[in-house]
């Protein structure tokens, strides 16, 4: 999270007043649809202008930051939507399994976030895909407990157990 | 436990060890005879009676481990010892009933993510190029508190999973709080997971293990039931600074015979050096949980070299544990400076006086205390150096100062005063000797060996290196002798060093650093040699190696930093080590998975301008998944809510590396974050196009 670090300007920015047109805002919300693994450009563009609209239904007249804001959350709920229907998720307060479903998505080589939004045969093909690689960071548990030894010492304190 | 056959007789065992005493023991004697001889000869005054007490101690500590090195030397002469792990028949009577599951478990705190997972790479190839690497999986155990150090890893993990098709294989997983610090860690790991596999090779962040080292040490296991424990004797690799190389060096060419020399007489109680080591899970689950001790730091709160106490529980609950003398395949890295080396010394230094309080432990063997008290000693020595040398200065000052006298009551003739030159020249003499000596033993190991002493550069390039080295070591060791005993010190005055991590990454000093470093110890050079030039001239000659090594630290530092230089000395083909020679599959593998892993993280951050890993949508999805399903307190939201307006409004530096972390532990606060990093509209934001 370098933007979270000193060196970084990134995050003591974010208060600063947004100065973006109307072009740079497209730009980057189209940008960050490309980041969520986007490659058509045509389909890209559609949503760009799908989110702006409902932003700005949203947002009234609030400043082109706070619209910019509300903009790539539109995106990002249009995303998890579209991914949750393709891999058959039901819907849930629990933000992990969509999470880890995103993740495997954008960090997968070779896997295109296109077809999320295609409805045809791609999406069955990709929720294999996402299946298989699907994040496991821990194996199933199997504890063995491990109770602390006793120690006794001449001249120290003891240990309690 | 039950007992399994053991080829082991217990007479091999006390004979070794009572040669081994005896030898140290007489050959302390022998020395403190002459030293004695000496001194008694006007009756022993306070100044030589606390000198008497300084050698026996010094003595003792240089004697085990000249011992130790003759009798590696002696051993490998005579082509190997059979006592030893790797070449003992199998004591297993029965098949096991199902295959062994092996645990490469590394815990790591803040590390650099790059060489991490490079090296965990090289491994995991490693070990599916040996054909048996089902039997294993590996586990990440991070202790990171470092918020980008965090994420950085995490994805590094996945990257890790997707390339080698290893989901389900290769775990991470980062403590909330990190309790007990390493020994805590893996303590966690079996408390969770510890029945699902029979063994852990336990790694350190800069451990590398050929996959064949990690297959043969699983055999070893299996065909030994009575064995808790087997620590590979890792190997210093993959270096470039002078210092490190020349370190890397002394570490391969003098290595086998103490290794040996250890296995001579250790046996099966040997030690366990806290990585680089497999372990039967069971046994260590049973015996090694590890309290707090009663009362605060230095010898009360967690136990920090936590490696040597579980060895000695392990043994004494009468399981084996040996080191393995004959096992090649295992490395590790060394601190690139003499800075970064005092530094990894400090932490050790407190970990190992803290086994002073073990030594008082009922329950525990002479052998198990011995093994503490040794561990004491390899700091403990440095400030007893330190006094041994102000003694025998102010023991010399006063000798200068007495006037002798010719001419006792009705004598007719002059009494000459007796010389104890020859008696004191000896036991210095003998002193150097078994300090050098084991250097000779290697030399001579290599002229019979001319095909191995070839990866050294031949008989020439390695007789000029351990020459070289010799001289280094000697300038360096009064600088280390000041570094141990300050620490030494500062520990026993109650000033608790913390962990923090280890400096790994080659960086030449600058001039600036290295007179701040080292700057107390010219100072102390130049005047213990102005003053016992002044007012002892005949004692300054003596001590000409300890002041030049002191009065020259500042560009011996520096110089040695470099890698430049490190890199020069090798195409010289001086410090050449084996590994260096003929790169090891392991290592060409690592240095493989730099330069990938480097080229990786290059190409997202092209992407992503300046911010990263909150930002990047992927990096920050995967951190979401893997935070731990918490319902979060109303006072603690309100902090969270707190935290990000004071990050918005005041920026990064305000906050400390803990609310950082609190901020990103969060899921909802980790999604507002992620979104407010989007919507900057700065160019700091993530650039569009």
């Known amino acids: 999270m370098t933007m979270m670090a000193e060196a970084s300007p990134g995050m003591s920015e974010i208060s600063q007043p947004s100065g973006m047109n109307?072009?740079?805002?497209?730009?980057?919300i189209g940008h960050y649809w490309k980041m969520l693994g986007l490659t058509n450009e045509d389909l890209i563009a559609s949503l760009t202008g799908d989110c702006l609209s409902r932003a700005r239904r949203l947002a009234g007249r609030a400043s082109q930051a706070e619209l910019l804001r509300r903009a790539l959350e539109e995106a990002q709920r249009r995303f998890d939507h579209a991914l949750a229907s393709a891999i058959g998720m039901p819907p849930s307060n629990d933000p992990h399994p969509l999470a880890a479903a995103r993740a495997a998505l954008l960090l997968t080589p070779d896997l295109s976030a296109d077809c999320l939004f295609a409805h045809d045969d791609s999406t069955r093909e990709l929720k294999d895909k996402?299946?298989?690689?699907?994040?496991?960071?821990t194996p199933e548990e199997s504890p063995?407990?491990?109770?602390p030894v006793s120690f006794r010492f001449w001249l120290f304190k003891s240990t309690d157990h | 436990m039950s007992s399994p056959p053991r080829f082991l007789s217990a007479g091999v065992i006390t004979a070794r060890r009572s040669l081994f005493l005896?030898?140290?023991?007489l050959t302390a004697f022998l020395a403190l005879a002459m030293i004695t001889s000496a001194f008694l000869q006007n009756g022993i005054t306070p100044t030589e009676l606390i000198l008497l007490i300084l050698y026996t101690l010094l003595i003792l500590w240089v004697s085990t481990s000249f011992w130790t090195a003759t009798l590696g030397f002696w051993v490998l002469l005579r082509g190997g010892d059979k006592y030893s792990i790797g070449r003992m028949p199998p004591t297993r009577t029965e098949a096991a009933s199902e295959p062994a599951r092996t645990a490469l478990v590394m815990p790591i705190y803040n590390e650099d993510p790059t060489r991490v997972t490079a090296g965990l790479r090289a491994i995991w190839q490693s070990l599916q190029e040996t054909g048996r690497g089902d039997e294993f999986e590996l586990l990440i155990l991070s202790d990171t508190r470092d918020p980008d150090c965090w994420m950085q890893e995490e994805a590094n993990w996945y990257r890790m999973c997707v390339d080698f098709n290893a989901h389900g294989r290769i775990f991470y997983r980062n403590r909330e709080k990190?309790?007990?610090?390493?020994?805590g860690n893996l303590e966690d790991f079996c408390h969770r997971w510890g029945a699902r596999y029979r063994y852990m090779v336990v790694l350190d962040a800069d451990s590398i293990m050929a996959g064949e080292t990690l297959v043969k040490m699983v055999d070893m296991m299996e065909e030994h039931p009575g064995v808790a424990l087997i620590q590979s004797p890792p190997l210093p690799a993959n270096h470039k600074s002078l210092f490190s190389r020349i370190l890397q060096f002394a570490s391969n060419f003098y290595g086998d015979i103490f290794i040996w020399g250890i296995n001579y007489w250790q046996l099966s109680s040997s030690g366990y050096w806290?990585?680089?080591?497999?372990?039967?899970?069971?046994?260590?689950?049973?015996h090694c949980g590890l309290p707090k001790l009663?009362?605060?730091e230095p010898f009360g709160g967690e136990i920090f070299s936590h490696d040597t106490v579980e060895a000695a529980l392990l043994r004494e609950a009468g399981w084996e544990v040996w080191i393995a003398p004959d096992l090649k395949g295992s490395y590790e890295e060394l601190p690139p400076t003499l800075i970064d080396y005092a530094k990894r010394d400090r932490r050790w230094c407190q970990g190992?006086?803290?086994?002073?309080?073990m030594v008082f432990a009922k329950g525990f063997s002479g052998l198990s205390r011995l093994y503490f008290l040794m561990g004491v000693m390899s700091y403990a020595s440095s400030p007893l150096w330190l006094l041994f040398l102000i003694f025998t200065g102010f023991e010399a000052y006063v000798m200068s100062q007495t006037m002798p006298v010719y001419f006792f009551g009705d004598n007719l003739f002059p009494v000459w005063p007796e010389s104890y030159t020859v008696e004191m020249t000896t036991v210095l003499f003998v002193t150097l000797a078994m300090l050098f000596l084991p250097k000779v033993w290697s030399l001579i190991l290599g002229l019979i060996n001319w095909r191995g002493i070839k990866r050294y550069g031949g008989i020439f390039r390695a007789t000029l290196s351990v020459l070289l080295e010799s001289i280094f070591s000697m300038l360096t060791a009064p600088v280390l002798m000041i570094y141990q005993s300050k620490f030494v010190f500062a520990i026993l005055m109650r000033r608790s060093v913390g962990w923090p991590p280890q400096n790994r990454d080659d960086h030449r000093l600058s001039l600036w650093e290295a007179i701040q470093a080292h700057g107390e110890h010219t100072l102390i050079g130049v005047v213990a040699g102005w003053i016992s030039y002044q007012y002892v001239p005949g004692f300054f000659l003596w001590l000409i190696p300890v002041l030049s090594g002191l009065v020259l630290s500042i560009p011996l530092s520096m110089l040695s930093s470099s890698a430049a230089v490190g890199v020069a000395a090798r195409r010289l083909g001086l410090f050449l080590s084996p590994e260096e020679y003929q790169e090891p599959r392991v290592i060409q593998l690592l240095k493989e998975n730099l330069i990938i892993v480097e080229a990786a993280e290059e190409a997202r951050l092209a992407g992503m301008g300046e911010v990263r890993n909150v930002a990047d949508p992927g990096v920050c999805a995967l951190h979401l998944a893997l935070l731990p399903n918490r319902p979060v307190k109303k006072r603690h939201r309100h902090q969270l809510r707190a935290l990000v307006y004071q990050l918005v409004e005041e920026g990064p530096g305000k906050l400390s590396p803990m609310d950082k972390r609190s901020l990103i532990s969060d899921p909802e606060t980790l999604v507002k974050l992620h979104t407010l990093s989007w919507s900057d509209g700065d160019s700091n934001a993530p650039a569009g196009g």
């Open chain 1, 22 to 28: 109307e072009a740079e805002l497209r730009e980057q």
């Open chain 1, 130 to 137: 996402l299946l298989a690689c699907l994040p496991r960071s």
């Open chain 1, 144 to 147: 063995l407990p491990m109770t």
């Open chain 2, 22 to 25: 005896v030898l140290v023991v």
């Open chain 2, 178 to 183: 990190n309790v007990a610090r390493k020994s």
């Open chain 2, 274 to 286: 806290g990585h680089n080591a497999i372990i039967r899970i069971e046994p260590f689950v049973k």
């Open chain 2, 294 to 296: 009663p009362g605060s």
């Open chain 2, 352 to 357: 190992n006086l803290q086994h002073l309080r």
